[in-house]
Protein backbone atom coordinates (compact mmCIF):
# COMPACT_ATOMS: atom_id res chain seq x y z
CA UNK A 1 0.00 0.00 0.00
CA UNK A 2 1.01 3.83 -0.44
CA UNK A 3 0.99 6.14 1.95
CA UNK A 4 1.03 9.67 1.91
CA UNK A 5 1.66 11.96 4.88
CA UNK A 6 1.74 15.68 5.01
CA UNK A 7 3.26 18.00 7.64
CA UNK A 8 3.78 21.78 8.22
CA UNK A 9 0.62 22.76 8.71
CA UNK A 10 -0.81 24.86 11.90
CA UNK A 11 -1.85 28.79 12.32
CA UNK A 12 0.13 31.79 10.81
CA UNK A 13 -1.02 35.33 10.65
CA UNK A 14 -1.45 37.32 7.53
CA UNK A 15 2.08 37.83 5.49
CA UNK A 16 3.62 34.75 7.43
CA UNK A 17 5.03 31.44 5.92
CA UNK A 18 4.83 27.91 6.24
CA UNK A 19 6.67 24.99 4.40
CA UNK A 20 3.96 21.41 4.17
CA UNK A 21 5.82 18.46 3.00
CA UNK A 22 4.59 15.20 2.00
CA UNK A 23 6.56 11.61 1.96
CA UNK A 24 5.35 8.87 -0.13
CA UNK A 25 6.18 5.72 0.77
CA UNK A 26 5.19 2.01 0.41
CA UNK A 27 5.88 -1.83 0.29
CA UNK A 28 7.37 -1.80 -2.71
CA UNK A 29 8.90 0.18 -5.11
CA UNK A 30 6.81 2.92 -6.02
CA UNK A 31 7.02 4.96 -9.58
CA UNK A 32 5.82 8.63 -9.28
CA UNK A 33 4.43 10.16 -12.30
CA UNK A 34 2.90 13.65 -10.28
CA UNK A 35 2.64 14.52 -7.25
CA UNK A 36 1.03 17.88 -5.66
CA UNK A 37 -1.16 19.77 -3.55
CA UNK A 38 -4.49 20.59 -3.38
CA UNK A 39 -6.98 22.18 -0.71
CA UNK A 40 -10.28 22.35 0.48
CA UNK A 41 -11.47 26.00 1.91
CA UNK A 42 -14.44 26.09 4.27
CA UNK A 43 -17.52 25.12 3.03
CA UNK A 44 -16.28 24.85 -0.46
CA UNK A 45 -14.41 22.48 -2.86
CA UNK A 46 -11.72 20.83 -3.76
CA UNK A 47 -9.43 22.94 -5.34
CA UNK A 48 -5.65 23.05 -6.96
CA UNK A 49 -3.31 24.13 -5.36
CA UNK A 50 0.17 23.41 -7.38
CA UNK A 51 1.31 19.95 -8.57
CA UNK A 52 4.79 19.01 -10.65
CA UNK A 53 5.30 15.96 -13.11
CA UNK A 54 7.95 13.59 -13.07
CA UNK A 55 9.09 15.43 -15.96
CA UNK A 56 9.67 18.94 -13.80
CA UNK A 57 6.32 20.63 -15.24
CA UNK A 58 4.14 22.91 -12.58
CA UNK A 59 1.05 23.38 -12.70
CA UNK A 60 -0.63 26.07 -10.30
CA UNK A 61 -3.44 28.18 -9.30
CA UNK A 62 -3.50 31.58 -10.35
CA UNK A 63 -4.24 32.51 -6.73
CA UNK A 64 -0.81 31.54 -5.62
CA UNK A 65 1.20 32.20 -8.17
CA UNK A 66 4.24 34.63 -6.70
CA UNK A 67 3.75 33.01 -3.10
CA UNK A 68 3.43 29.27 -3.60
CA UNK A 69 6.31 27.31 -4.71
CA UNK A 70 6.23 23.91 -4.96
CA UNK A 71 9.15 21.56 -5.16
CA UNK A 72 10.48 17.66 -4.83
CA UNK A 73 13.86 16.36 -3.65
CA UNK A 74 16.15 14.17 -5.73
CA UNK A 75 15.03 11.12 -4.96
CA UNK A 76 11.56 12.22 -6.21
CA UNK A 77 9.36 10.68 -3.15
CA UNK A 78 8.87 13.85 -1.18
CA UNK A 79 7.27 17.06 -2.26
CA UNK A 80 7.41 20.63 -0.21
CA UNK A 81 5.15 23.56 -0.53
CA UNK A 82 6.29 26.68 0.52
CA UNK A 83 4.10 29.14 1.49
CA UNK A 84 5.07 32.77 1.68
CA UNK A 85 2.46 35.47 2.10
CA UNK A 86 0.09 33.63 3.01
CA UNK A 87 -3.61 35.33 3.49
CA UNK A 88 -6.85 34.46 5.41
CA UNK A 89 -8.09 33.10 2.30
CA UNK A 90 -5.75 30.75 2.26
CA UNK A 91 -6.93 29.05 5.11
CA UNK A 92 -7.94 25.43 4.79
CA UNK A 93 -7.13 22.16 4.32
CA UNK A 94 -4.70 21.01 2.36
CA UNK A 95 -4.11 17.37 0.89
CA UNK A 96 -0.72 16.08 -0.88
CA UNK A 97 -1.73 13.91 -4.19
CA UNK A 98 0.68 11.50 -5.76
CA UNK A 99 -0.18 9.73 -9.22
CA UNK A 100 1.59 6.33 -8.28
CA UNK A 101 2.02 3.25 -9.89
CA UNK A 102 3.16 0.37 -7.02
CA UNK A 103 4.88 -2.00 -7.98
CA UNK A 104 2.85 -3.89 -10.80
CA UNK A 105 -0.15 -2.44 -9.98
CA UNK A 106 -1.83 0.08 -12.31
CA UNK A 107 -1.87 3.74 -11.41
CA UNK A 108 -3.93 5.41 -8.78
CA UNK A 109 -4.13 9.02 -7.18
CA UNK A 110 -3.40 8.78 -3.38
CA UNK A 111 -4.41 11.14 -1.22
CA UNK A 112 -2.88 12.14 2.43
CA UNK A 113 -4.93 12.80 5.54
CA UNK A 114 -4.60 16.18 4.64
CA UNK A 115 -2.98 19.10 6.95
CA UNK A 116 -4.66 22.00 8.65
CA UNK A 117 -3.58 25.29 7.72
CA UNK A 118 -5.20 28.74 9.30
CA UNK A 119 -4.02 32.50 8.34
CA UNK A 120 -5.39 34.47 11.05
CA UNK A 121 -5.18 37.66 12.90
Known amino acids: QVQLVESGGGLVQPGGSLRLSCAAS?????????MGWYRQPPGKQHELVAT???????NSAHSVKGRFAISRDNAWNKVYLQMDNLEPVDTAVYYCNGNIRSGNYQTQNYWGQGTQVTVSS
Open 26 to 34: GSIALIIYS
Open 52 to 58: ITSAGII
